[in-house]
């Protein structure tokens, strides 16, 4: 547990989005938590018992192909929630989740998660907004990793990542990208030295900065464009 005061929690846009009543019947169930990276939000096959609502830093949903080796399915930050098969009704998932960029999250028991939802009340209501949002962003990442360049999806995930921070520095290793992209990391280091060097970002020890986001538009494929306008569309 971390000791935040609970007038931060609404820095998570649909807590923030919540009337006055909902919010307040929610946050005795609401704990601030701080993350490291990997730290495991859930596991693929085991129960979920936290749904977890960011309010900085990142979380990757991840698709397991063995021990130790994923391929990123989608990022939740602050404007939104890990945990959305608990939403539709599941206990476990195939997938697993873990924070990838070093924050605080508000989480919630599961069990309490559900009982809310049972009320029809208006976190149904932007947690569907949000779920056809993420399912978007899990379904162009498909298409994407599988039609486009490494250099047009790395501009894809590093502007889908600087979306959800609020500043233009964050972590990032070339070991933690090969991942996540499903890239050897021989290609991500040559990807990242031509980004540095067209001055789009700036890249050292582990820390990247956006320098140029307009030109990071221009380099990414039309896959950015959609994602963010499903984000615009359902969560503004």
Known sequence: MFDLDSSHFRGNHLLA????????RMLPDLEAIHLDIKDHLYEHDQPIQFVYFPLSGMASILTVLGSNHYIEAG??????VVGLPVFLGAETTPTTAFYQIPGIAVRMPSAKFQAEIQRRGVLESLLKRFAHAHLTMLTQNIACNSQHSIEQRCARWLLLSHDR??????????EFL?????VRRAGVSSVMHSLQKAGLIHY???IITILNR???QKLACQCYGIIAKAYRDNLS
């Open 204 to 206: 050292t020890r582990g």
């Open 165 to 174: 921070m609020d500043k233009d520095e964050f972590m990032l290793t070339q």
């Open 178 to 182: 090969s991942q996540m992209l499903g």
């Open 75 to 80: 990022i939740v930050g602050c404007e939104g």
């Open 17 to 24: 989005s919540l009337p006055d009543a909902d919010y307040s």
């Open 214 to 216: 307009a030109g990071l």
